[in-house]
Nanobody, 123 residues
Framework: QVQLVESGGGLVQAGGSLRLSCAAS????????MGWFRQAPGKEREPVAR????????YYKDSVKGRFIISRDTAKNTVYLEMNTLKPEDTAVYYC????????????????WGQGTQVTVSS
């Protein structure tokens, strides 16, 4: 199995930055892609960014494009989410997730999830 542990969340003022980390252990060598998702209070969980584990190719939701950067360190089995120019609407619990195989979709079939880390952006 794969275990994912997020860290780096916290409280930041609007316009500030945070960097989230997701440390993976287990069968990460077989991971097809890693993603970051978020869930704000009273809302459904939504995708944020995705990175292909092998190639490093990235994909972003429009709401974070140009502000967030997803990256990975294959030697450390760690995925990062650099969040810049944060807005109050970015406030949410952020989850790291792992997708073990190609299903032909971008945001579906993530089988492994971390426990989440809270990000709060004050205005």
């Amino acid at each position: 199995q794969v275990q994912l542990v997020e860290s780096g969340g916290g409280l930041v003022q609007a316009g500030g930055s945070l960097r989230l980390s997701c440390a993976a252990s287990g069968r990460t060598f077989s991971m097809y892609a890693m993603g970051w998702f978020r869930q704000a209070p009273g809302k459904e969980r939504e995708p944020v960014a995705r990175i292909m584990w092998s190639s490093g190719s990235t994909y972003y939701k429009d709401s974070v494009k140009g502000r967030f950067i997803i990256s990975r360190d294959t030697a450390k089995n760690t995925v990062y989410l650099e969040m810049n120019t944060l807005k109050p609407e970015d406030t949410a619990v952020y989850y790291c997730a792992g997708k073990p195989r190609n299903t032909g979709t971008i945001w579906a079939a993530y089988d492994y999830w971390g426990q989440g880390t809270q990000v709060t952006v004050s205005s």
